[in-house]
């Protein structure tokens, strides 16, 4: 069976904190691996990973994927209020649609 | 602009009641999905559709019916089988089959049963 798992479930920080949120995986037919910032609604898109090692860089943001320990980061430095909210991995499988991991939320305090 | 809308953002209704929450796009997309979500639970797939008039159960399929008689359009409805529909549902959708991290979410819609 196919299993995302994020850790921690949630998290709370002070302004100013680097965050680590993780998401490990085990899936079949692995294409890419995805993370998601969802506030209030829609989640919005942060990044896509399918490279292992290759860091993705948003601002404070950053990710990185390790395909042979089925595995991702994501990074938050210098975190403000605004960061507050779900983070969501999902991982693209084959032709099927996207197996999401049950998300870390996230509260910044100032 | 282009974009996904689903309709109405608040729904409430009586246990034992039918309800369809819509869905439309006008990205010319031709796969789209329904999720749902739960507190500390990330988003479940319901159902799915690649393709006009071709429609797959998801994980917890059970208790929701779908169309996908055209292809901007997937409604979703929450049948009186669903044991605990109260949730917030979100649609997506990918510009083609099997590239769903492609997808775009709609705003959703909160159901609750009262």
């Known amino acids: 069976e196919d299993k995302v798992v994020q850790s921690p479930l949630s998290l709370v920080v002070h302004e100013g904190d680097t965050v680590t949120l993780n998401c490990s995986y085990e899936v079949t037919n692995f294409r890419s691996l995805l993370w998601y910032k969802q506030e209030k609604k829609a989640p919005t898109f942060l990044f896509m990973l399918?490279?292992?090692?290759i860091e993705k860089k948003s601002g404070r943001l950053s990710s990185i994927l390790d395909k042979k320990e089925l595995f991702s980061i994501l990074n938050i430095t210098a975190t403000q209020t605004g960061d507050s909210a779900i983070y969501l991995c999902?991982?693209?499988?084959?032709?099927?649609?996207?197996?999401f991991g049950k998300g870390t939320r996230l509260s910044v305090i100032a | 602009d282009g974009g996904i809308t689903q309709s109405p953002k608040y729904l409430f209704r009586k246990e034992g009641q039918n309800v369809t929450l819509s869905c439309e796009q006008n990205?010319?997309?031709?796969?789209m999905y329904w999720y749902r979500q739960d507190p500390g639970q990330g988003l479940r797939l319901i159902y799915y559709s690649q393709i006009v008039n071709d429609f797959q159960k998801g994980d917890i399929a059970e208790g929701y019916s779908v169309s996908r008689e055209k292809k901007e359009s997937f409604p979703l409805t929450v049948t009186s089988a669903q044991k605990n529909p109260t949730a917030f549902y979100l649609c997506?959708?990918?510009?083609?089959?099997?590239?769903?991290?492609?997808?775009?979410f709609g705003q959703g819609t909160r159901l609750t049963v009262v």
């Open positions: 399918t490279s292992s090692g």
């Open positions: 997506a959708s990918s510009i083609e089959r099997g590239r769903s991290a492609e997808a775009f």
């Open positions: 999902a991982v693209e499988k084959g032709n099927t649609p996207l197996v």
């Open positions: 990205l010319n997309h031709d796969a």
